[in-house]
């Protein structure tokens, strides 16, 4: 790990503030993701800024019948909520099929939100990837190279790596909206549909997130309620990353709303997917799934998330 300062926040602008000053500067709070990046040399901030002080840390109602949730609020903490629980169940789901019990004890709502691909190009230094080192090429699309676990959808010639995070499928599903405060302290609004990039020629920029600008909170509207399920394909029962998953809020009517993870460099979810739920799965995914371009090696992922969503639809 290469050496670098350190220093606490004392407010959201402050620390905005600070992180546009400094070129190379993170932001820090569970450090789960970032520190084993740092350890491998993946990612090299000469200079870290600790969040945790900033009373982001807190669920509470709206105005409009939904909830605030803030930047810091811990995964588990978050799918324990009552409310959560009770209105918004594909939430709760979907974070306690992410990670381990240890890690959601230390994982927040907006690290979450920011972790970055587990692609095994990506943390292999000795590997070419667009991402980690823009220009140098694709390691994941070469001759021979193991895809198994990447992109099928939304990627590009310069990138096939996978959003890793099963909270942000479950936050697309719900029409969820991140808060922000930038450097000059104004504060912006951007649906979860809008967060995250596709890779095109620029797969190392991930967000839409301007230089310094922090994460403060995330906005769920009023409850939609209908039957809201989660579920996960991986090669292992636990502490795996998704081949697969399947966020699904489904309406008495058979209308309902349909995002995939594991699939995309985003959520992966269109509306007019979401139209085709009353005709079954294989509707959905025509839709969905659209334009895919898998290699050889994931091309079953597209059967799959056909028949993880069918299986779903006929426990109902």
Known sequence: MRAFSYEKAADPVAAASRAAQVPGARFIAGGTNLLDLMKLEIETPVHLIDVNDLAL????????????????????????????????????????????????????????LLQRTRCPYFYDTAQPCNKRNPGSGCA??????????????????????????DMAVALRVLDAVVETVTSTGVTRRIPMEELHRLPGDTPDKETVLMPGELITSVM?????????????????????????????????????????GGVAPKPWRRAEADAELPNGARAVMARLLEGARPTEENAFKITLAERTLSAMLSEE
């Open 140 to 165: 994941a699309l070469s001759q021979g190279a193991f895809s198994r676990q990447l992109g099928i959808i939304g990627t590009s010639d310069a990138c096939i790596a996978t959003h890793p995070s």
């Open 57 to 112: 840390d807190k669920i509470t109602e709206t105005t409009e019948g939904g909830l605030r949730i803030g930047a810091l609020v811990l995964n588990t903490d978050l799918a324990a909520h009552a409310r959560v629980r009770r209105d918004y169940g594909v939430l709760t789901r979907a974070l306690v099929a992410g990670a381990s019990g240890q890690l959601r004890n230390k994982a927040t709502t907006a690290g979450n």
């Open 220 to 260: 769920l509207p009023a409850p939609v309620g209908g039957r809201q399920t989660y579920h996960k394909a991986r090669d292992r029962a636990s502490y795996a990353f998704a081949l697969v998953s399947v966020a699904l809020i489904r309406q008495p009517d058979g209308s309902g709303r349909v995002a995939l």
